[in-house]
């Protein structure tokens, strides 16, 4: 069964450092996400991409993230300097098409950053 | 602006016993989408059920059901004769029915443990 795979599992980076998660959605969807999870929390949507270019995005992605699509299927979430309240657990998602409703979102295994 | 609230935070039952996960949602548009996914101990998300705002029909999958009322805006999940396998956070969430990416609003989760 396809399924969408994240790396690294775990990364520990210091504060101030940038650092790029990766995700590898499953072959035939069209739409991908980023959520965070930080520990014991709730998990909380971060962005949305389609067709090469966000769609949507909440008040947490600010101008230290960023996502990219470099080739045709690899997705990233760079954030460009780290700080300790980005520990938490990074999900990719994805979805297959944009019917008239919401298509159910297949998550990733997660990244667990944590930032000293 | 949607809501989820779960307002059990961790439950404990007796293996074979039944257990329900209560789900309570706010949202302004008539059109929606609910969703319940599981996060076992090894971190992942894995999806439950989506359910559409137009269908309040009761669903069953084996040991799993669902109790959608819209006239309590609430969409409980039951799990009958609950095994250790079960122990996990729960978590109920929802999105807008539109076209294109739909990010989902999800609850603060319920930490279910089944005790042998």
């Known amino acids: 069964e396809p399924e969408v795979t994240q790396t690294p599992s775990h990364q520990v980076t210091q504060m101030g450092q940038e650092v790029i998660l990766r995700c590898v959605p499953i072959?035939?969807?069209?739409?991908f996400y980023w959520y965070r999870q930080i520990l014991g929390q709730k998990v909380e949507f971060l962005v949305s991409?389609?067709?090469?270019?966000?769609?949507?995005k909440s008040e947490i992605f600010d101008d230290q993230f960023s996502v990219e699509r470099p080739d045709g299927s690899n997705f990233t979430l760079k954030i460009r300097s780290t700080k300790l309240e980005d520990s938490a657990m990074y999900f990719c998602?994805?979805?297959?098409?944009?019917?008239?409703?919401?298509?159910?979102?297949?998550f990733g295994p997660g990244t667990r950053l944590l930032v000293l | 602006a949607q809501k989820v609230t779960q307002a059990q935070t961790e439950i404990s039952v007796v293996e074979k016993e039944d257990v329900t996960l209560d789900c309570v949602y706010e949202?302004?548009?008539?059109?929606?989408?609910l969703f319940w996914y599981k996060q076992p101990p090894s971190g992942e998300l894995v999806f439950l059920i989506r359910?559409?705002?137009?269908?309040?029909q009761n669903e069953i999958s084996g040991r799993y059901s669902w109790n959608f009322q819209k006239s309590t805006s609430s969409f409980n999940f039951t799990i009958t004769a609950s095994q250790v396998v079960d122990s996990a956070v729960y978590f109920c969430?929802?999105?807008?029915?539109?076209?294109?990416?739909?990010?989902?609003?999800f609850g603060k989760g319920t930490r279910l443990s089944v005790i042998a």
């Open positions: 991409f389609y067709n090469n270019e966000i769609s949507e």
């Open positions: 359910r559409n705002s137009f269908d309040e």
């Open positions: 949202t302004r548009d008539t059109t929606y989408y």
């Open positions: 969430a929802l999105s807008e029915a539109r076209l294109g990416n739909t990010p989902l609003v």
């Open positions: 998602a994805s979805s297959e098409r944009a019917g008239v409703g919401a298509e159910t979102q297949y």
């Open positions: 072959s035939n969807h069209l739409y």
